[in-house]
C-alpha cells in the first residue's frame, strides 16, 4: 500500500516516537494490568475473610455467655486474623462484655480501645467509646473518660456522649459545665427515648 509524501512523515514520525519511548509504554501497560489484577485479588481476598469472619463471629454469638474461655479466645481470632472485618470489632465488644462482668477492666478497657481503632463501621466504634468512657469514668479516672469522648464519633451517638460527659463533670464539681453538657445532650436524645426521661431527671435535679 503505497502513502503520500505527508503520510509517510507522519508513519516515519510515529516509528520515531515509539522507538524511544515504547518500552515505557509497554511498561506502563504491564503496570496497569498488575494493578487491576492486584485489585480484584485483593477484593476477593478481604470478600473471602469476611465470609469467614461472619461465620466465626456467629458462633461466637451461639457459645454460652459463661464459657468465658471460648468467648475471649473466639474473639482474639477474630482480632488478630481477621481485623479488616467488621466483626472484629464487634468480637472485641462482646469480649469486653465479658471481661467487664468478670471484673477484669484491664482487659475490657484494651478491647474497647481495640474495637474504637479498629471498627470498620462508624456505629461500633461510637459503641466502644462510650463503653470504654464508662469504665473510665466508673474507675474515677475523669481525665480519660473525657478525653475518650471528645473523640471524633458519629453524631447519632451526640447524646449519649453529651449526657456522660454531664455525670463525668458534675463528679468532678463542675455544677455549670455539667447543666450544660446535660443541655446540649436533650438537643440530640431522641424526644421519644426513655434514656432522655434520665437526663431530664438529672438536669432537674441541679435547679436553674
Do not use: C
Not at 70 to 88: H, K, R, V
Not at 192 to 198: A, E
Request: proline letters at 0%; aromatic letters at 10%.
Amino acid at each position: 500500500m503505497a502513502y503520500d509524501l505527508e503520510e509517510q512523515e507522519q508513519l516515519d514520525a510515529l516509528k520515531s516516537w515509539w522507538k524511544t519511548n515504547g518500552k515505557y509504554v509497554q511498561a506502563l501497560l504491564i503496570a496497569v494490568v498488575i494493578g487491576l489484577a492486584g485489585y480484584k485479588g485483593w477484593n476477593y481476598y478481604l470478600n473471602q475473610q469476611a465470609i469467614k469472619a461472619s461465620a466465626k463471629y456467629q458462633a461466637m454469638t451461639q457459645l454460652d455467655i459463661k464459657d468465658t474461655q471460648a468467648i475471649q479466645a473466639a474473639a482474639g481470632e477474630l482480632m488478630d486474623n481477621f481485623s479488616t472485618t467488621p466483626y472484629a470489632a464487634r468480637a472485641a465488644i462482646a469480649a469486653a462484655k465479658v471481661s467487664y462482668t468478670s471484673k477484669d477492666l484491664a482487659s475490657a478497657k484494651r478491647q474497647l480501645a481495640w474495637a474504637a481503632e479498629h471498627a470498620k463501621e462508624d456505629q461500633v466504634a461510637a459503641v466502644a467509646m462510650l463503653q470504654l468512657a464508662g469504665i473510665q469514668f466508673e474507675e474515677k479516672d475523669h481525665e480519660a473518660a473525657l478525653k475518650t469522648l471528645a473523640q471524633k464519633h458519629d453524631a447519632a451517638f451526640d447524646g449519649l456522649f453529651a449526657d456522660l460527659k454531664g455525670d463525668i463533670l458534675l463528679a468532678q464539681g463542675k455544677k455549670a459545665e455539667a447543666k450544660q453538657a446535660y443541655e446540649e445532650a436533650l438537643l440530640k436524645l431522641d424526644e421519644q427515648g426513655r434514656y432522655r426521661r434520665f437526663t431530664e431527671h438529672k438536669l432537674e435535679s441541679l435547679g436553674s
